[in-house]
């Protein structure tokens, strides 16, 4: 089992700026890859960033690309995720999760994900 809990949600103005950090317990993380996604309100879960531990291989949501930065602590066996220029759009919960047996075409689909934080808010609103 991987335990997952997210932090550093919270209200930001539009273009602002947030960081999330996801703490795994649990298990080691070198086969797994660690993921972000999020949910709006009556919207799907949709995929964010992710990265494959063992290599570091980073993907990125197109519509984060550019403003949104994952990265890691392999120590801490934490994953940061860095929120910039933040729009309403960006408005959901944000979850962190982990896939114990990623595959290239897989790593964007909540599905492959098995273990799930309890999610943290972030709302964009002047």
């Known amino acids: 089992q991987v335990q997952l809990v997210e932090s550093g949600g919270g209200l930001v103005q539009p273009g602002g700026s947030l960081k999330l950090s996801c703490v795994a317990s649990?298990?080691?993380?070198?086969?797994?890859?660690m993921g972000w996604f999020r949910q709006a309100p009556g919207k799907e879960r949709e995929f964010v960033a992710s990265?494959?531990?063992?290599?570091?291989?980073?993907y990125y949501a197109d519509s984060v690309k550019g403003r949104f930065t994952l990265s890691r602590d392999k120590a801490k066996n934490t994953v940061y995720l860095q929120m910039n220029s933040l729009q309403a759009d960006d408005t959901a919960v944000y979850y962190c999760?982990?896939?114990?047996?990623?595959?290239?075409?897989?790593?964007?689909?909540?599905?492959?994900?098995?273990?799930w934080g309890q999610g943290t808010q972030v709302t964009v609103s002047s």
């Open positions: 649990g298990r080691t993380l070198n086969n797994y890859a």
């Open positions: 999760a982990a896939d114990s047996a990623p595959i290239q075409s897989t790593i964007a689909s909540a599905r492959a994900y098995e273990y």
């Open positions: 990265i494959r531990w063992y290599n570091g291989m980073i």
